[in-house]
Nanobody, 119 residues
Framework: QVQLQESGPGLVKPSQTLSLTCTVS??????????WSWIRQPPGKGLEWIGY???????YYSPSLKSRTSISRDTSKNQFTLQRSSVTPEDTAVYYC???????????WGEGTLVTVSS
């Protein structure tokens, strides 16, 4: 059973960088054909896929969010990280990490963490 847990600050000031970590257990983030995604849900809105880092370390981002977003990993800690720079209040959301076998498969989800962007 793959388990994911998001962690990071719940409050970020505008113009700063949001940084979240997803800690994975039950599988290695280098397991072939698994893709490790970040998704967010702003208050009152639907889910928005942000991007993924693949088992080989390759990354792919949503075109609408690509410009200020970076996903990286630490294989020694079995973690992957989301960074989003120059945040605005529009980046306020519950952020989830998720994974599955295949790029479009997200069978396993973390519980989510609320990040509020406010001064």
């Amino acid at each position: 059973q793959v388990q994911l847990q998001e962690s990071g600050p719940g409050l970020v000031k505008p113009s700063q960088t949001l940084s979240l970590t997803c800690t994975v257990s039950g599988a290695s983030i280098t397991t072939k054909y698994y893709y490790w995604s970040w998704i967010r849900q702003p208050p009152g809105k639907g889910l928005e896929w942000i991007g993924y880092i693949g088992y080989s370390g390759s990354t792919y981002y949503s075109p609408s969010l690509k410009s200020r977003t970076s996903i990286s990993r630490d294989t020694s800690k079995n973690q992957f990280t989301l960074q989003r720079s120059s945040v605005t209040p529009e980046d306020t959301a519950v952020y989830y990490c998720a994974t599955g076998s295949g790029k479009a498969n997200m069978s396993y989800w973390g519980e989510g963490t609320l990040v509020t962007v406010s001064s």
